[in-house]
C-alpha cells in the first residue's frame, strides 16, 4: 500500500480556496462554512515536559493502555449536563463497539501507513491508547487526533503524551515521538462539547533533529467542506472484538448524527471500537494512491446499538485550533 501521497496531488482535486495543505508558513483562506460553526474559534493550549515519555512506554505499558474511548463519555458527563438529558435516546458510548447488533462488521485490515500511527498518554493516573495522524503543518511536527486524547473536556491535559507512527504488533519502525504542547479549542476543554471533539499535539523532533513529517510524511488538511462526503477512516480499534495491533479503515458516506443533531457531527458505516479514537477521515482517497488523502475530521464516538462511527464537522473553531497547533 503507498504510505505516501503528494500533497500537490492530492490538492488537484480540491479548489484551493477550500483546503489547507500548508506546507509552508501561508495557509490559504478557507470557502464560507457549512455550517454555524463560528463561535469563538479560540483555543487553548498546554506545553509538557517531554522528559522521559518515550521511555515511560515500554512494550508492556503501551500493551496495556486502556482504550480512551471511555474518556469522551467522561467528558460529556462532567460536562453539558442539559446535552447529557437530551441524548437519552442514544447516549454517545464514545468508540465502544456494537453490542446487541446484526450489522456486518465494516472494518478492514490495511497495511502500516507511515504518518498514520497510535497515540499513547496518561489521564488521572491511568495509561491510554488513542488513534492519530501526522498532518502537514508550517512546523513539521503535527498531530491531529481526538480532543478527549489530549484533555479530559473539561479537565487536565494528558502527560505523557506520544506518537508510534505505523505502529504494528508491538513494533515502532519510526519511533517514540513526544509531545512538547497539546492544543483543542476553548468548548472543549470548557465543557467537553462534542461538536469540538479533536485536538493537535505538537512533538518534538527526534535525536537526528529531523521532524516529523519529513520523516514519515503527512497529510494534507481541510475545513468548512460540504456534509455528506464520502470518508475513509483509519485507526487502531483495541476493545473486542479488536486488539489494537494493526491498522483497520472504513470507507462510507456520510450523514447527520439523527441521535443528537445538537453535536453537528457526521456518520459513517463502522464498527471499529475504543482505541480508534482519534484515527483520521481523509476525503479525496483512492485505490491507487493509498491513505494519503486530505484529513476532514477524526473518529470520535459510536453507539452500543449502531455500526457507525461519527466525527466532528471540522469548521472554523476546530481550524483555529489546528492552525495554532501548526505554526507553534
Known amino acids: 500500500m503507498t504510505s505516501t501521497r503528494s500533497l500537490a496531488t492530492a490538492l488537484l482535486s480540491l479548489s484551493a480556496a477550500t483546503v489547507l495543505a500548508l506546507t509552508g508558513a501561508g495557509a490559504a483562506t478557507a470557502a464560507p462554512g457549512a455550517s454555524d460553526d463560528t463561535k469563538n474559534p479560540s483555543v487553548t493550549s498546554a506545553v509538557l515536559n517531554a522528559a522521559g515519555a518515550a521511555d515511560y512506554w515500554t512494550p508492556e505499558r ?3 493502555a486502556l482504550p480512551g474511548d471511555t474518556l469522551a463519555g467522561k467528558a460529556l458527563e462532567r460536562g453539558n449536563r ?7 435516546k ?3 458510548s464514545s468508540t465502544k463497539g456494537t453490542k446487541g447488533t446484526t450489522t456486518t462488521a465494516t472494518a478492514q485490515s490495511e497495511q502500516p501507513v507511515s504518518h498514520i500511527g497510535k497515540v499513547f498518554f496518561t489521564l488521572g493516573g491511568a495509561n491510554y491508547v488513542c488513534s492519530g495522524n501526522a498532518v502537514s503543518s508550517t512546523n513539521g511536527s503535527t498531530v491531529a487526533t ?16 506520544i506518537f508510534a507512527p505505523a505502529y504494528e504488533n508491538g513494533a515502532t519502525p519510526y519511533g517514540k515521538w513526544s509531545a512538547r504542547a497539546l492544543y483543542a479549542p476553548s468548548q472543549w476543554v470548557s465543557a467537553g462539547d462534542m ?4 485536538g493537535f499535539a505538537v512533538v518534538n523532533r527526534n535525536a537526528q ?3 516529523l513529517t519529513s520523516v ?3 497529510s494534507g488538511v481541510a475545513f468548512n467542506q460540504a456534509r455528506g462526503l464520502t470518508y475513509k477512516s483509519y485507526g487502531y480499534p483495541a476493545a473486542a472484538p479488536f486488539n489494537g495491533e494493526t491498522l483497520k479503515s472504513c470507507t462510507g458516506k456520510a450523514s447527520n448524527d439523527p441521535n443528537n443533531p445538537q453535536f453537528n457531527t457526521q456518520g459513517i458505516p463502522c464498527d471499529m471500537t475504543g482505541g480508534s479514537s482519534g484515527g483520521p477521515w481523509f476525503i479525496q482517497t483512492s485505490s491507487s494512491t493509498g491513505a494519503a488523502g486530505i484529513q476532514n475530521s477524526i473518529n470520535s464516538y459510536g453507539y452500543n446499538r449502531s455500526a457507525v462511527m461519527y466525527g466532528p464537522y471540522w469548521g472554523s473553531v476546530i ?7 501548526a505554526k507553534s
Open 195 to 198: 461538536t469540538y471533539d479533536t
Open 216 to 218: 514519515v510524511g503527512g
Open 62 to 64: 503501551m500493551q496495556s
Open 146 to 161: 481526538a480532543g478527549h486524547c489530549v484533555n479530559e473536556g473539561p479537565g487536565a491535559y494528558a502527560t505523557n503524551f
Open 209 to 211: 533533529n529531523q521532524t
Open 90 to 92: 442514544g447516549k454517545p
Open 82 to 88: 442539559s446535552s447529557a438529558a437530551i441524548v437519552e
Open 319 to 325: 481550524q483555529s485550533t489546528y492552525a495554532s497547533a
